[in-house]
C-alpha cells in the first residue's frame, strides 16, 4: 500500500469504523474510553469500502499503530471544549518570506459633514451618512434619545416585511442614550459615534440579551459580557439598538425565524450571513451595522442590499465575544452606507485585544479623507471577465471598468489568480471542531439538514489533509503578494456567494482586506455592485478607492422606495 493510498484509507476508515454508534470522526474518537481497540477487521472493512488493497500484515501493522495512537487521544477531554475555546494557534495573513512595504502614518483625518439642518421629520434622516447625523447631536440640535426612539420605531415597523431583527435591545439604547444625551451637554462629547444607533449581527454577544447564532436549538442562550466589538463601541458613546438576524450558525439567510430579505426586492433574500446588518442598514433601520465575514458573509449581503461592507485584514478586529466558525478565516467588520462611515467604524474598533491574540499591536489605522487623494493602479483579471456568461453581470463588469477609467485610474490586466476554493476546505473543517460539543449534544438535530451535513462532513477530514491545506495556503499567499506587487488594489467581478467564477474566497483565505461596493442595479430591481481588493492592513488606502468610486456613482443617494421616509 503506498503512503498515498495510507492517507486515503485513514479518511475512509475514519468515516466508517464504528457507523453504528453514529458519531463522526477519527475513529479514536468514537470509541468508549476504556475499549480504546481497533481490530484487524476494522481496518479490512474501511479498506474495502476505500477500494484499497492491502495484505493481512499491513492491516494488522495500522490496527497496532492507531489502537496506540488513539489512547492519546484520550487527553483531548472534549466535554470540556465549548465554541468559546481558546486556540493556541493563530494565523498569520503576513506571507511567509515576503517582507511587507512600510505602512503610511498612523493619521486619521475625516471629510467633515457640510452644513445639515434638522428636518421637519426626523426620519429623513435615518439614511443620513455618520457624519452629517453625528453634527446633529454634537450640536444638540437633535438628542440621541430622540434618534434612536426613531431607529427603533423603524425597526418596529418594517422588521415584518425585512425580517432582520433578532431581538430589539431597546431597555439598553435608550439607557445608552441618555448617557450619551447627558456626556454631550456636559461637553464630554466623545467623538463622531458618540450618540449614534447602530446594530450587531446575532453571533456577536450583548450581554443581556440572547445571541441565538441564528439556530432553533440557542433560542435561549446568552453571555453575561460583551463582545470586545461592542465594547469599544460602546466607549465610542455609540448605542446598541438591536441584535440583526444571521443565518443558521452563520450559514447563509436562513435562520430560525425564516429568511432575511433584500429592501430593494422583498422577493429575494439578503444573501450571506451577516444578512441582517446589510438588510437593516440598506433600509435605513440603523446609522451603521457590524457583521462578520468568514468566506464572504459581509461582502456578499451588502452587494445584494447595496452598500458598503468592508472585511477588514484578517487579525484587525478583535473577535473576542464573537461565535467561531473558522478560527483562521473569521473577520469582524463595519456595514455602512458610505465608505467613510466604514473607517470610521473601523478605527473605533480595531487593535490589539488580550482576549483574542490573532490581533497584532503594532499596525495602526491610517485614514485622510482630506486630501481627496485614492490609488491609481487597478488590477483586474481578463480571464475571469470572459468567463462571466450571464448578462446582467457582463454588464455590472463593463460598468465597473468604465468607472475606474473615468478615476483617472490605469487598468493592470492581471494573470489568473489562484483559486479560492480551499477556503471552504477548510473552513468547514474548522467549523465541525468549533461546534463539535454541540454536535455531540444534539444541536444537529434541531438544526436544517444541510446545516447538519456541512458540520458533520469537516469531522471526517484527517488532521493531515486539514494541515497539508494549510501548507498550501501558504504557498497561495506568497503567490498572491507576486501578483499584487505591480498595482494598488485588483477588482474582482459579480460577487455572490452561487457564483463559482468569483475570486472573493481566495482574498478571505489569504486575509486581504477587501469592500463589496454599490455599483448600479440588475433589471430585477436589485442593485449590482463590486468587490475590490487591497493590501494587507493598507485599509485606509483601499477605502480610498471605495470612496471616490461611490462619490462617482453616488448610488448612496437612492434609498428603497418601500422604506424611504421624508
Known amino acids: ?39 484487524v477487521e476494522m481496518i479490512r472493512e474501511s479498506a474495502r469500502l476505500a477500494g484499497i488493497a492491502m495484505t493481512d500484515a499491513e492491516a494488522s501493522d495500522l490496527a497496532t499503530s492507531l489502537s496506540s495512537l488513539s489512547k492519546h487521544a484520550e487527553q483531548i ?40 439642518r434638522v428636518p421637519a421629520n426626523l426620519e429623513a434622516a435615518a439614511f443620513w451618512r455618520v457624519t452629517e447625523l453625528a453634527q446633529l447631536l454634537r450640536t444638540r440640535a437633535v438628542t440621541a434619545t430622540a434618534l434612536t426612539t426613531m431607529y427603533i420605531e423603524r425597526l418596529k415597523r418594517y422588521n415584518p416585511q425585512i425580517n432582520c431583527v433578532a431581538s ?6 435608550l439607557r445608552e442614550a441618555a448617557t450619551a444625551d447627558r456626556e454631550i451637554a456636559a461637553g464630554k462629547y466623545r467623538g463622531t459615534l458618540h450618540g449614534i444607533p447602530y446594530g450587531v449581527k446575532d453571533i456577536i454577544a450583548a450581554s443581556g440579551y440572547p445571541t ?37 450558525l452563520a450559514f447563509g439567510d436562513q435562520w430560525a425565524g425564516g429568511r432575511t430579505n433584500n429592501p430593494w426586492n422583498l422577493a429575494q433574500g439578503s444573501s450571506g450571513s451577516s444578512a441582517g446588518s446589510a438588510a437593516a442598514t440598506a433600509a435605513g433601520l440603523v446609522a451603521f451595522a457590524i457583521g462578520s465575514d468568514t468566506g464572504g458573509s459581509i461582502l456578499s449581503p451588502a452587494v445584494r442590499c447595496g452598500i458598503v461592507g468592508l472585511r477588514p485584514t484578517f487579525g484587525r478586529v478583535s473577535r473576542a ?21 466604514c473607517m470610521i467604524v473601523l478605527h473605533a474598533i480595531a487593535g490589539p485585544d488580550a482576549r483574542d491574540r490573532a490581533v497584532p499591536d503594532d499596525r495602526p489605522i491610517a485614514w485622510d479623507a482630506t ?35 473615468q478615476l483617472g485610474c490605469t487598468l493592470v490586466p492581471l494573470e489568473a489568480f489562484p483559486t479560492g476554493d480551499l477556503s471552504y476546505f477548510i473552513e468547514y473543517t474548522e467549523r465541525s471542531a468549533a461546534f463539535d460539543s454541540l454536535i455531540a449534544g444534539g444541536l444537529d438535530k434541531g438544526v436544517s439538514p444541510r446545516t447538519g451535513r456541512y458540520l458533520r462532513a469537516g469531522q471526517l477530514v484527517t488532521a493531515v489533509d486539514y494541515l497539508q491545506a494549510n501548507r498550501r495556503r501558504g504557498w497561495i499567499m506568497q503567490e498572491v503578494a507576486r501578483i499584487m506587487r505591480d498595482v494598488d488594489l485588483v477588482m474582482f467581478t459579480t460577487l455572490t456567494l ?69
Open 212 to 248: 441565538r447564532w441564528g439556530a432553533r436549538p440557542l433560542a435561549d442562550q446568552t453571555f453575561d459580557r460583551d463582545a470586545t466589538v461592542v465594547e469599544r463601541l460602546r466607549d465610542a458613546g455609540a448605542v446598541l439598538v438591536a441584535k440583526l438576524t444571521t443565518g443558521e
Open 321 to 341: 465575544g464573537v461565535m467561531t466558525a473558522g478560527s483562521t478565516l473569521d473577520k469582524i467588520g463595519p456595514m455602512c452606507r458610505h465608505a467613510q462611515d
Open 371 to 405: 486630501r481627496g487623494r485614492y490609488p491609481k493602479r487597478v488590477g483586474y483579471v481578463p480571464a475571469l471577465l470572459e468567463a462571466e456568461t450571464g448578462v446582467d453581470g457582463r454588464a455590472n463588469n463593463d460598468r465597473a471598468l468604465a468607472a475606474i477609467k
Open 77 to 116: 477531554d472534549k466535554a470540556t471544549l465549548t465554541n468559546a475555546s481558546p486556540l493556541p494557534l493563530h494565523f498569520d495573513p503576513r506571507p511567509p518570506g515576503i517582507e511587507l512595504p512600510a505602512l503610511p502614518p498612523a493619521e486619521f483625518r475625516i471629510e467633515p459633514a457640510a452644513a445639515v
Open 498 to 566: 452561487d457564483s463559482r467564477t468569483s475570486l472573493n474566497p481566495v482574498m478571505s483565505l489569504t486575509g486581504h482586506p477587501s469592500v463589496a461596493v454599490a455599483n448600479g442595479f440588475a433589471p430585477n430591481g436589485s442593485p449590482a455592485g463590486v468587490m475590490f481588493s487591497g493590501h494587507l492592513y493598507r485599509e485606509g488606502e483601499l477605502m480610498a478607492f471605495a470612496k471616490a468610486f461611490q462619490d462617482q456613482n453616488r448610488q448612496y443617494e437612492k434609498r428603497p422606495p418601500l422604506f424611504a421616509a421624508g
Open 168 to 173: 430589539l435591545t431597546e431597555e439598553r439604547a
Open 1 to 39: 500500500m503506498t503512503a498515498l493510498d495510507r492517507r486515503r484509507f485513514l479518511g475512509v476508515f475514519s468515516a466508517t469504523a464504528f457507523s453504528s454508534t453514529l458519531l463522526p470522526g477519527v475513529v479514536w474518537a468514537q470509541i468508549q474510553p476504556g475499549t480504546r481497540t481497533i481490530t
